[in-house]
């Protein structure tokens, strides 16, 4: 397709490379990072992930590379990299050792279809052409060698196992309320980054592209992977490092990383769709207190509005909503309200006379404006890929925050549609081009995101909480996630954890499942198991939909009430290690919740883990996600770890089977673990400046901690504390301060673990 390479040349970090029938280009971003592009359709890269500043990289410290020809081939190599680049566009990387990371496959691509002759026939009968179905996706399409043992990981909130290789998937963002199935081809979310892990070696690979596109990791031929879409330009980074966090932290380097959250995000939330008055809302907070069950936020589902109009409020169930806001603040509980894209189809309503008006909704190819139809009815899709729509949006959320919202929720924005999918070609906008539903349906939500993001920012100073459904690459920089409509079943539960691990690895750390389940009916058994998980997610929210149990934790009777109160009880106690996990990934870009083989990838055992997890570095979880188990098997990777609730010690590298009664969630503590702990509060806030608590377990270990207002933008200025504890497992504990600029602690507690052995 490429031909012969005719020639090359340099200009800075970018060589342009000349072959008889396309050009190609190569940009070294920095000594492990390396982006491919062949301009298909446009000269441009037009990234919606990765700005400018980023693709430069380190603009003053440009990473060095040498050319050189040889007979066969163009070898480029950096600090870290060897890439080899042949006629054809084929380019294998190599490690600076030699050894080969990643080929382009140079056999054939031989797609089936995998349907009989007989099926084919009927097929072709019915005027379907057979060989365009097989090579659907060949426009854009990258094919690479896969390896004996090569394992798999990221692409999101995609269903199934950790592991991705031998499955296909697509990035096409789709509302999906049947119950997620491991077979799902797509979900909400496009984030078009995975990690190969090879027996001996490592690389990820973040494919900017956002039309549909396709991903099989060795379904089709177990001796290679592909990627592609059905347009657009090839454009590709290849990111290679000595460890999966070094390319967790490429990758968000590239992308962007979650901006530090306010404390209070990280509290409990409660939701359900059919919360629909003002006495539902003063109840809950009433008994949240009452149950002493530490709450921090309320969320409004679609029933707060008029009508489904969106910056509406009712006034038939809500006689004043900024009093019902304030009287729950003072309680200490947060509004949260949703807001979906859709903007009711009505004559007066100002947004969509606003909008209608400024030229801000989609249009069909004729130069109408789309209509299709959501919750309000008919109704028409703002363009958010328009500047101007982004801040006309963001300066209406005035409305919710004068009412004293305190985050918004943004759900809907694949964008959703109930009369049948928008066609390819609505005009969308990407930025001051005119563009294409195809090309802009996977960076809607992350556009509207963005414009949230950026309303709120202004409006309020604080650091904005935006939750979206819908996500492309880079979408951490503006909104936190969940995995949307899961349902009240076991295996949904089980599903959490590899899905949480996914998407942490592509770079959303901030992220969370609905707890007992949107869809479906939950049970008692799986409400305690689900916050027994749930309780160590980022976003830990129990939400479900209307028509099905009510979730709320009091009403399974004495036994959960006070299982779910001890596990959130245990979420406040440990909010200092989360707000640290925060923090460090606003600087590294490592998630909260990691597989275990993040951290221990040489580890064969880890590779297929699908039930536990980490937290950190220093949490290993080990939910029990079947029912009726009160035993699990749990594996501990290398080193020693101690049972959090009893303290009894293991070695690690080895299978146990522990306990696990109803009330016990298996949790274990890496030894030299300093883990930070506060006071249980009903509310972050509730106590002004509580101690830090220090439980310092056996071993050597240093723990760096944060600590700042947990609400604006001031640590950016300096206004935060650092602080550097150490211990060298003799119970003695160092403490320095790497960074003075806030207030201080009023104690520092320092409680020192007391082994148990291990008896079995
Ligand atoms: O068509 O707003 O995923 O969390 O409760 C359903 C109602 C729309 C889907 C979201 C869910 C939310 C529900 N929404």
Redesign the pocket.
């Known amino acids: 397709m490429f031909g012969a390479l005719k020639n090359y040349s340099q200009d800075g970090q970018t060589v342009t490379l000349c072959y008889e029938k396309q050009t190609a280009k190569i940009t070294v971003i920095k000594d492990t990072v390396i982006n491919v592009f062949v301009p298909f359709v446009s000269p441009q890269h037009r990234s919606k992930a990765v700005d400018a500043a980023a693709f430069a990289g380190d603009k003053e410290h440009p990473a060095a590379f040498t050319l050189d020809k040889t007979e066969t081939c163009l070898v480029l190599t950096t600090a870290s990299l060897i890439c080899r680049i042949y006629d054809d566009f084929m380019m294998d990387f190599y490690d600076r050792e030699g050894r080969l990371l990643c080929a382009d496959y140079r056999g054939k691509r031989e797609r089936k279809l995998a349907l009989s002759e007989a099926l084919l026939e009927l097929i072709r009968k019915e005027g379907h052409d057979v060989e365009a179905m097989k090579n659907k996706n060949d426009k854009v399409q990258c094919i690479k060698q896969l390896d004996a043992g090569d394992c798999i990981y990221g692409l999101g909130d995609k269903t199934g196992l950790l592991n991705k290789r031998y499955y296909e998937y697509e990035n096409w963002n789709s ?1 999906i ?1 049947d119950p997620h199935e491991d077979s799902f081809k797509s979900l909400y979310k496009s984030i078009p980054f995975f990690i190969t892990l090879k027996n001996n070696g490592i690389y990820g690979i973040f494919y900017d592209n956002t039309f549909k596109s396709y991903f099989n990791f060795g379904k089709e031929n177990y001796c290679y992977y592909t990627f592609g879409s059905d347009d657009g330009n090839l454009d590709y980074y290849f990111i290679s490092g000595s460890n999966m966090p070094e390319i967790v932290s490429d990758y968000t380097a590239l992308t962007g990383r979650m901006p530090l959250p306010q404390k209070w995000a990280l509290g409990y939330h409660q ?1 359900r ?1 059919g919360y629909d008055k003002e006495e539902t809302f003063r109840d809950l907070a009433a008994r949240f207190r009452e149950y002493r069950i530490p709450c921090d936020a309320l969320h409004f ?2 029933d707060y509005m008029d009508q489904y109009k969106v910056f509406t409020w009712n006034n038939k169930y809500y006689s004043d909503p900024a009093a019902l806001l304030s009287d729950l603040k003072q309680q200490g509980i947060k509004a949260v309200t ?1 807001i ?1 894209p859709g903007v009711k189809v009505e004559k007066d309503y100002f947004m969509y006379e606003e909008g209608m008006a400024n030229d801000y909704y989609a249009k069909s190819p004729d130069g109408s404006v789309y209509v299709n139809a ?2 309000p009815g008919d109704a028409v899709y703002p363009d958010f890929g328009k500047p101007d729509v982004r801040k006309w949006w963001g300066k209406h959320l005035q409305f919710y925050t004068d009412l004293g919202v305190s985050g918004v929720w943004n ?2 924005n694949e964008p ?1 549609s109930f009369n049948g999918p928008l066609p390819d070609d609505v005009i969308f906008s990407d930025e001051d081009q005119t563009s294409t539903h195809r090309e802009m349906h996977n960076v809607y939500g992350h556009n509207m995101a963005k414009a949230t993001y950026e309303g709120l920012k202004e409006l309020t100073g604080k650091r904005p909480f935006v939750i979206t ?1 819908a996500c492309y690459s880079g979408s951490q920089k503006y909104a936190v996630a ?1 995995t ?2 899961n349902q009240s079943l076991w295996t949904h539960l089980r599903m959490a954890i590899p899905q949480q691990c996914n998407l942490g690895l592509s770079g959303m750390p901030f992220i969370g499942t ?1 707890i007992g389940g ?1 869809g479906a009916d939950t049970t008692p058994e799986l409400l305690v198991r689900w916050v027994q998980t749930g309780c160590f997610s980022p976003l830990f929210r129990n ?1 479900c ?2 028509g099905c149990k009510n979730q709320e934790p009091w009403l399974f009777g004495d036994e959960v009430l006070s299982i779910y109160r001890k596990y959130v009880n245990l979420r406040y106690t440990l909010l200092p290690y989360f707000y640290d996990l925060c923090r460090e990934c606003e600087q590294n870009g490592l998630p909260v919740i990691r597989p275990l083989v993040l951290h221990y990838e040489n580890d064969m055992n880890v590779r297929n883990l699908n039930d536990e997890f980490l937290v950190g570095e220093h949490l290993l979880v080990a939910p029990v996600v079947e029912q009726g188990a009160r035993k699990r098997m749990v594996y501990l990777p290398d080193g020693v770890w101690y049972d959090y609730w009893t303290h009894t010690e293991y070695e690690g590298s080895q299978y146990y089977l522990v306990d696990a009664p109803l009330d016990t969630c298996p949790i274990f503590v890496k030894a030299g673990t300093i883990l930070p702990k506060a006071p249980a509060q009903m509310y972050v806030g509730e106590l002004d400046n509580p101690p830090l608590i220090l439980e310092v377990y056996p071993g050597a270990g240093s723990y760096k901690h944060y600590q700042d207002n947990g609400e604006d933008f001031a640590y950016r200025d300096g206004a935060y504390n650092e602080y550097l504890f150490r211990t060298d497992g003799q119970k003695q504990l160092k403490i320095t301060k790497l960074h003075e600029g806030y207030r201080d602690y009023p104690d520092i507690v320092i409680q020192y673990v007391e082994v148990k052995q291990d008896e079995t």
């Open positions: 509302d309320p939701s769709w589902d679609i949703i979906d959501v919750w759900d809907m959703a459904r969940w949307g409509d609905d949107f939400h939909a209307t």
